[in-house]
């Protein structure tokens, strides 16, 4: 039994769990989200966003980011996350 478990379960219940890590890092790309920070600002600042949409929209990135600190921080012990 333990042969079969070694042999042809555990390796795909690992790649899942790569591909499960993977997947969250790209959905919570920390860089991605500081840029898209950076853009919403710089729209407000040269006139294309009112300033609601601008709070609003800086709202939104700033609770992502901190939740893709957060999943960065419970994976890293998973899988090496370089970025």
């Given at each position: ?7 042809l379960?555990?390796p795909?219940?690992s ?8 997947a969250?890092?790209?959905l ?33 990135l700033?609770a ?20």
């Open positions: 039994m333990f042969l079969f478990d070694d042999l379960v555990r795909f219940v790649l899942l769990d790569v591909l499960h890590t993977l969250l890092t790209e919570y790309d920390v860089e991605a989200l500081r840029d898209d920070l950076k853009e919403n600002r710089l729209l407000y600042e040269i006139g294309e966003r009112p300033e609601p949409a601008y709070r609003e929209r800086k709202a939104e700033e992502e980011l901190e939740r893709a600190r957060e999943l960065r921080a419970e994976l890293s012990d998973k899988v090496e996350v370089k970025g």
